[in-house]
């Protein structure tokens, strides 16, 4: 139901983003592959020959590929091998991977007093969280669930780089209550980062259950059919926190969601179980750093 | 220093740690510097990953996992509003645990 309220809200919205000026656009070559892999009959020759002609992203498809982080055996030299060895979804998760820190990544630009380096901390510390947590439960869409954890978070970086002003004035707010970041953009801008970055996420077409994660990782049961993943997202977020791996932009932490928790059947012993591999898993994430 | 595949060695990379054989011999020693040759014996040793010395201005796994001292900290603040939830405190007495056995 469309009430009174959530179209203020929308409006908001537009008015907010209807600013931004020179928001980047994915590689032009993600738009190339999605619509290969769309269709069934395309091989993996024709997805690396797309991949190829970007070779920036291309290389850093290679170097991911052949991480400790995705950890398979034995050297991958072509994009081509890469798909025959692993499959065409976990190249796609990679390649989208690596286009978003192509496209958002580095240091440049933005606000001084957002820790953008914190920040990446933040986003990569909850996407390796969700896989762990998807890995602990059985939940096969562990790549997803990684991807969602890396871009929950997508809404702020926008905010830092291309809303300098709106930025300035949530961080103030965030720094005089010190609340949550939530809650700062709420008062300062009546517009929240989940919000923004799931307007991005259906902008750059990106896939729906991406785009449920980023929306909905504080309010997971809105999502419907994605409330499975955007649980792992919601609670990895929150995992990260307690774990102090990075920052958002607040130094609290939100109350985890009761029917979130009940759904993944939560536990203290599966706390226990996802902590005790948690260091390794992100030792290995450090390659994320050097693709940016 | 930071671990890595040993797909993503590069030449003149230089090992922090030692790396140890599976009867616990010591194949090649801390401070190696790693040629090509090596590199090549790594593989064929069958090794999945070495420690390397980090190069300047990188981030690495000590910016990664800051010290536990202040991780201890940081919990206690950052779980200072909702430790009284019943969630919350189990998620916050896990978390405690991690760093206390972690060290």
């Not at chain 1, 969700?130 to 954890?149: D, H, P, T, V, Y």
Request: charged letters at 25%; one cysteine or more; hydrophobic letters at 45%.
């Amino acid at each position: 139901m469309i009430t009174a309220s959530t179209i203020g809200s929308q409006e908001k919205l537009k008015l907010a983003v209807d600013r931004i000026t020179g928001l980047p656009t994915l590689p032009q070559v993600i738009t190339e592959i999605t619509r290969l892999m769309q269709n069934p009959r395309t091989s993996a020759e024709e997805v690396g020959k797309a991949l190829i002609m970007d070779q920036a992203l291309a290389s850093k498809v290679l170097k991911l590929v052949n991480s400790a982080f995705y950890g398979f055996p034995g050297r991958i030299n072509t994009i081509t091998h890469a798909i025959v060895i692993l499959g065409f979804n976990t190249v796609k998760n990679i390649i989208l991977t690596a286009s978003i820190f192509e496209t958002l990544g580095g240091k440049g630009g933005g606000q001084k007093e957002f820790d953008i380096e914190k920040f990446w901390l933040h986003s990569i510390g909850t996407g390796v969280l969700a896989r762990e947590i998807s890995k602990k439960l059985n939940f096969k869409f562990f790549e997803e669930c990684f991807l969602g954890g890396l871009l929950h978070d997508l809404g702020k970086i926008i905010l830092y780089k291309f809303m300098p002003e709106e930025m300035d004035k949530v961080l103030q707010v965030q720094k005089e209550e010190n609340c949550l970041f939530f809650l700062a953009e709420k008062k300062a801008l009546d517009v929240t980062h989940d919000q923004i970055g799931g307007w991005l996420t259906s902008k750059w077409n990106l896939p729906e259950d991406l785009r449920n994660a980023v929306l909905y990782h504080h309010m997971p049961m809105l999502s419907g059919k994605y409330a499975m993943m955007v649980s792992i997202v919601h609670i990895a977020d929150i995992l990260c926190r307690a774990l102090c791996i990075g920052s958002g932009g607040d130094s609290t932490i939100p109350v985890v969601d009761e029917k979130a928790w009940e759904k993944l059947k939560f536990s203290r012993q599966l706390i226990d179980k996802i902590y005790s591999d948690i260091d390794l898993e992100l030792e290995k994430a450090a390659v994320f750093f050097q693709i940016m | 220093m930071k671990r890595i595949s040993v797909n993503e060695i590069t030449e003149g990379m230089v090992l922090a740690k030692p790396v140890v054989g599976s009867g616990g011999n010591i194949l090649l020693g801390e401070g190696t510097e790693l040629r090509t040759t090596l590199i090549s014996r790594l593989r064929n040793w069958g090794v999945p990953f070495v420690v390397i010395q980090s190069q300047e201005g990188e981030i690495t796994e000590e910016k990664i996992t800051a010290s536990l001292d202040t991780k201890r900290q940081e919990v206690e603040r950052v779980f200072e509003q909702v430790k009284n939830h019943p969630l919350m405190a189990i998620i916050y007495e896990a978390t405690k645990e991690h760093f206390g056995k972690a060290s």
